[in-house]
C-alpha cells in the first residue's frame, strides 16, 4: 500500500465518523464493470455499490443526460412544476406497470415514506383505530438505517443504544408463511419483505412462499410491500424479483439501480389507493422528483431495457452461480443466488469472509463480506461471459486456500 494510500485513509479515519469498515482500497475510476484505484490497478466491481451501479460505471447515455439536464434545470423544489418529473411518472409506471408514484431520494427515505402511506391508509380507508396500525416485518431485515427502520431490526449491532423507538411492527421469520398467517390482525396495515434479503447474505425464500403470502395478504385486506431497492430494475433477471412467483405487490420500493449511481434517485410505486391518501403539506421532500434526478432515472431505465440488461443478468447470473458451485473447496458452506445477486457462504471454521474478500482484491475482484462468513457477489448487469469466467478463476484459487 503506498504512501498516498495511506494518507487518504488515514485522513478519512481523522476526520470521519467510524460507521463503516471499507476493504483497503481507495478508488479514483470507474467503466463499465471496472474501476481503478489511485495506484492504477484494475478491479473487477462485484458490489456495484450494492447494486447502485447496475447499468455500469459512468455509463455514457446516463452520463449525457444528467449534463445536458445539469446545463438546463437541476432543481426547483415542488413548489413548482417541472418538464422532467411528469416524464418519469408516466415511463416508471408504464414499465412497472403502477399507477402512482411518489419520487424520493434514498432507498431509506422510500422505506420511510411507504411505512406512513400505509398507516395512513389502514387509518383512512381500512378503519383501523388510530394509533393501532401494526405492520409485519421478517427477522434479519434490511431496510435501511433511519431511525424508524432499525427499530424494527433484528441485528443488535443497528439497535444497539439508538432507542427508544417508534411501536407498530411485529416481527416474523424470514420464508414463514404460517407465521405470517398467524401474526396478521384486524389491525395489520402491511407486510414490509425484501424478496431476497440481501444484506443477510442473499437469503431466497422457499419456492411459492410469495404465492402464498399474497394470497394472505389479499384475503385479509394488508398491503404487501416489497422492497425491491436492491432486488429491482434486473439484478435478479427479471425486472422486479416479483415476477419469480408471478405475484404481484400493493406497494413497490424502487430505489440504487433507478439512477444507475449517478445521483440518489428512489420512488414508492402503488398499483392501489395507498398513495391517494396523502394530501399537499403531509409528506414531501425538497430534492424528490427534482429534474435531475428525473432525467438521470429516465435514462438509467430506458439503457437498461434497450440495451438488454435484465436478460444478460439472467444469462450471466445462471453462468455465474454454476461456476461458484463447481469449486470445489472444504471452506464452502453454501453458493446460492438469482440473477447477479450471489452468495458464497463459508464454514464457520473457515476464518472471517471478509479475509477472502481482501485476498480477492490482491486477485484484481472487489466483494464484500457480510454476516461474517459470507461473500456477497454482485457485479454490474453489463458483465459478459467472458469476464464471468475471468472472475471465477480468480474466485477458484481464493476460496481453496485456508484463511482460518
Not at 58 to 65: D, E, F, M, S, V
Not at 124 to 146: L, M, S, W
Amino acid at each position: 500500500m503506498s504512501a498516498s494510500v495511506i494518507d487518504f485513509i488515514a485522513t478519512e479515519a481523522r476526520f470521519g465518523a467510524r460507521n463503516y469498515e471499507p476493504i483497503g482500497v481507495v478508488l479514483s475510476r470507474g467503466e463499465g464493470v471496472w474501476v481503478w484505484d489511485t495506484e492504477g490497478n484494475r478491479y473487477l466491481d462485484c458490489l456495484s455499490a450494492y447494486s447502485a451501479v447496475s447499468q455500469g460505471h459512468c455509463h455514457p447515455k446516463i452520463l449525457a443526460a444528467m449534463v445536458e439536464q445539469a446545463h438546463r434545470l437541476t432543481l426547483t423544489s415542488r413548489a413548482f412544476h417541472n418538464d422532467q418529473l411528469a416524464l418519469f411518472y408516466e415511463e416508471i409506471a408504464a414499465l412497472t406497470g403502477s399507477h402512482k408514484v411518489l419520487p424520493m431520494n434514498s432507498g431509506a427515505e422510500a422505506v420511510e415514506s411507504a411505512i406512513k402511506s400505509v398507516r395512513k391508509w389502514g387509518y383512512e380507508v381500512k378503519g383501523v383505530p388510530d394509533g393501532q396500525a401494526e405492520i409485519i416485518v421478517c427477522a434479519n431485515n434490511f431496510h435501511g438505517r433511519t431511525l424508524g427502520v432499525v427499530g424494527f431490526s433484528t441485528d443488535p449491532e443497528t439497535r444497539g443504544h439508538f432507542g427508544p423507538f417508534a411501536p407498530g411492527f411485529k416481527v416474523i421469520p424470514f420464508g414463514d408463511a404460517a407465521a405470517l398467517a398467524e401474526a396478521i390482525n384486524p389491525n395489520t396495515v402491511a407486510f414490509l419483505i425484501e424478496p431476497i434479503q440481501g444484506e443477510a447474505g442473499v437469503v431466497i425464500p422457499p419456492a411459492g412462499y410469495f404465492t402464498e403470502v399474497r394470497e394472505l395478504c389479499t384475503a385479509n385486506n394488508v398491503m404487501l410491500v416489497l422492497d425491491e431497492i436492491q432486488t429491482g430494475l434486473g439484478r435478479t433477471g427479471k425486472l422486479l424479483a416479483e415476477e419469480h412467483e408471478g405475484i404481484e405487490a400493493d406497494v413497490t420500493l424502487l430505489g440504487k439501480a433507478l439512477s444507475g449511481g449517478f445521483y440518489p434517485v428512489s420512488a414508492v410505486l402503488s398499483n392501489n389507493d395507498v398513495l391517494g391518501t396523502l394530501r399537499p403539506g403531509q409528506h414531501g421532500s425538497t430534492f424528490g422528483g427534482n429534474p435531475l434526478a428525473c432525467a438521470v432515472a429516465r435514462a438509467a431505465m430506458r439503457v437498461l431495457v434497450e440495451e438488454g440488461m435484465i436478460e444478460n443478468a439472467a444469462r450471466q447470473g445462471a453462468r455465474f452461480l454454476e461456476g461458484l458451485k463447481d469449486i470445489r473447496a472444504n471452506t464452502i458452506r453454501d453458493v446460492r443466488g438469482r440473477g447477479l445477486m450471489l452468495a458464497v457462504e463459508l464454514h464457520p471454521e473457515a476464518g472471517r469472509a471478509r479475509r477472502y474478500c481482501e485476498a480477492l482484491q490482491a486477485k484484481g475482484i472487489l466483494a464484500k463480506d457480510t454476516h461474517e462468513h459470507t461473500i456477497r457477489i454482485a457485479p454490474p448487469l453489463v458483465i459478459t461471459g467472458d469476464q464471468v469466467d475471468w472472475a471465477l478463476e480468480r474466485f477458484a484459487a481464493i476460496l481453496t486456500q485456508d484463511f482460518s
